[in-house]
């Protein structure tokens, strides 16, 4: 069993934000801004190239209610999913990490980002 799946099922505990019959979102445990939340399906999905339409129309407004939770629905946030080995997922359950609570750097520069586009 994955490590998600784990927090889903209370094995790992976690610091739980929100929580529906489907998704959960709870607070990483390694936070990259000051407000860095991650969002899942409980049933287990790979990947973001995985998931069906019907899962993302629901996540789209649970990820809603936990922007507004939590006050950074009007100042902005960013929505990242990593997917596979160039994505740089690690946690093979699908995530979304929703970042705020200050101005968020992004990088233009980076040359990987251009490369054979
Ligand atoms: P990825 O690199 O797969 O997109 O992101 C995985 C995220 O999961 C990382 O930001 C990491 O800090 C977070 N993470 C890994 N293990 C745990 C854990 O046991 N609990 C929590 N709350 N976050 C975790
Ligand atoms: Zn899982």
């Not at 934000?17 to 790979?46: C, R, Y």
């Not at 990947?47 to 100042?75: L, R």
Request: proline share 3%; glycine share 8%; hydrophobic share 35%.
């Amino acid at each position: 069993m994955c490590i998600f799946c784990k927090i889903v099922n209370g094995e790992i505990p976690n610091n739980t934000v929100h929580e529906s019959e489907h998704f959960l979102a709870f607070h990483d445990l390694h936070p990259k801004a000051p407000i860095h939340i991650l969002i899942i399906p409980k049933q287990h999905v790979d990947c973001f190239q995985d998931v069906t339409a019907e899962t993302m129309g629901a996540i789209t407004e649970f990820t809603q209610e936990v922007a507004t939770k939590v006050g950074i629905d009007k100042t902005g946030y960013r929505l990242i999913t990593n997917n596979g080995s160039d994505g740089g997922q690690e946690v093979n359950h699908l995530h979304f990490h929703l970042l705020g609570g200050a101005k968020l750097v992004w990088d233009h520069t980076h040359e990987d980002a251009h490369r054979s586009l």
